[in-house]
T-cell receptor, first 115, second 114 residues
Framework: SAVISQKPSRDICQRGTSLTIQCQVD?????MFWYRQQPGQSLTLIAT?????????ESGFVIDKFPISRPNLTFSTLTVSNMSPEDSSIYLC????????????FGPGTRLTVL | KQEVTQIPAALSVPEGENLVLNCSFT??????LQWFRQDPGKGLTSLLL?????REQTSGRLNASLDKSSGRSTLYIAASQPGDSATYLC?????????????FGKGTKLSVKP
């Protein structure tokens, strides 16, 4: 498994601003991902954070809105840009430690409220 | 398009009871299936991972089965305890899809009464 931390754990932001969420893993991992959990909904994959290159986004998510960085094998950031109340969600990062097994482990999440 | 359904949406049982949570998926071409628990306001804890070639996995009081051909998985919890109260989520990765793309059900909210 892996120990994953996220900062901040929660935040309340104003419409039109941006928030950067950090994800730190205690060991090098092969893959890192960002998910969103909207109120009352299940989780949806936003993108795969690729080390040293641009993230791979799922349908419905774009880089201008959710820029992602992954400078090394243990760290990634997700920015939620130009926020609106519809962006109020829990944002979670997840990792796969060993690609052969493909078991995913999740961070504690960042609860974002946009006013 | 893969869809994952979990029944029931909520379940309340007395302590000590054995229980079964159900998960179904519409496309049987999956790479694996994973069960998680989510405590209120917290992230997800991985419980069990079943590869597509496997029929079941066990961890302590938990047993998960997979019937790929019928698109079903069950999570069996033996001798339930109040500490088992949480939302249980199942998720699949489609065969040939993005490895990270876990497709989740909406979960079963379990309450175990002392």
């Amino acid at each position: 498994s892996a120990v994953i931390s996220q900062k901040p754990s929660r935040d309340i932001c104003q419409r039109g601003t941006s928030l950067t969420i950090q994800c730190q893993v205690d060991s090098q991992v092969t893959m890192m991902f960002w998910y969103r959990q909207q109120p009352g909904q299940s989780l949806t994959l936003i993108a795969t954070a690729n080390q040293g290159s641009e993230a791979t986004y799922e349908s419905g998510f774009v880089i201008d809105k959710f820029p992602i960085s992954r400078p090394n094998l243990t760290f990634s950031t997700l920015t939620v840009s130009n926020m609106s109340p519809e962006d109020s969600s829990i944002y979670l990062c997840s990792v796969v430690v060993w690609a052969g097994e493909n078991e995913q482990f999740f961070g504690p999440g960042t609860r974002l409220t946009v006013l | 398009k893969q869809e994952v359904t979990q029944i029931p949406a909520a379940l309340s049982v007395p302590e000590g009871e054995n229980l079964v949570l159900n998960c179904s998926f519409t496309d049987s071409a999956i790479y694996n299936l994973q069960w998680f628990r989510q405590d209120p306001g917290k992230g997800l804890t991985s419980l069990l991972l079943i590869q597509s070639s496997q029929r079941e996995q066990t961890s302590g009081r938990l047993n998960a089965s997979l019937d790929k051909s019928s698109g079903r998985s069950t999570l069996y919890i033996a001798a339930s305890q109040p500490g088992d109260s949480a939302t249980y989520l199942c998720a699949v990765v489609n065969y040939g899809g993005s490895q990270g793309n876990l497709i989740f059900g909406k979960g079963t909210k379990l309450s175990v009464k002392p």
